[in-house]
């Protein structure tokens, strides 16, 4: 099955991010593509990304290479450099342990565009937000290390990035928890 029919790959919306910082990236839709074609060494995220969304807060890893290609639209990348403009045809890497926080601004009409990376080992930072992911067992926590806490279960006293995920679908879209552990590896550019 070398050709993936996007329509036939469940689109997911959301962050998975604990409040206030899922707002942001509420609005984006992504699309899991390693998983619905068998490929497991990388994770490949098909992003779209309606006008004024972010894709994510922005962040960096320590340890894994992310790459970016816009298909379609406009947008705006913003990183430690600023801001640059990014139309169809534009590609952007992102080196592992660089420190440079980004994320993309959809532009004028939105945009689409396919992201990769190999699947989260270390951990993610956040300049502009007090979070730090920590992927060997998915939870947030805010930079001193404090665990956030769930908006959804009481007695839960850590935030993993998954379950928050899948939630936050189940409140959006009305699904149960199916696809609790599909949340974006690379962070959805």
Excluded at 86 to 101: E, W
Excluded at 121 to 126: E, G, I, R, V, W
Aim: charged share 25%.
């Amino acid at each position: 099955m070398p050709r993936i029919d996007l329509s036939q790959v469940p689109a997911e919306s959301g962050s998975g991010y604990p409040a206030p910082y899922d707002a942001e990236a509420g609005e984006r839709l992504y699309r899991q593509l390693a998983p619905a074609s068998g490929i497991t060494d990388f994770a490949v995220n098909h992003v779209e990304l309606p006008e004024g969304a972010w894709s994510s807060q922005r962040h960096w890893h320590e340890g894994e290479d992310e790459f970016l290609v816009v298909l379609s639209g406009r947008a705006k990348l913003v990183d430690d450099a600023g801001e640059t403009p990014l139309a169809a045809g534009d590609c952007v890497a992102f080196p592992k342990g660089d420190g440079n926080g980004h994320h993309l601004i959809g532009g004028a009409g939105g945009c689409v565009f396919v992201v990769w990376g190999v699947p989260e080992t270390t951990p993610c930072h956040y300049p502009d937000a007090d979070l730090l992911l920590y992927p060997e067992d998915g939870f947030y926590r805010h930079k001193d290390g404090t665990p956030y806490r769930s908006p959804f279960v009481s007695s839960e006293v850590e935030t993993p990035r998954a379950v928050t995920a899948s939630r936050l679908r189940s409140k959006r879209t009305g699904e149960g928890s199916r696809g609790a552990n599909r949340v974006p590896t690379c962070d959805a550019g």
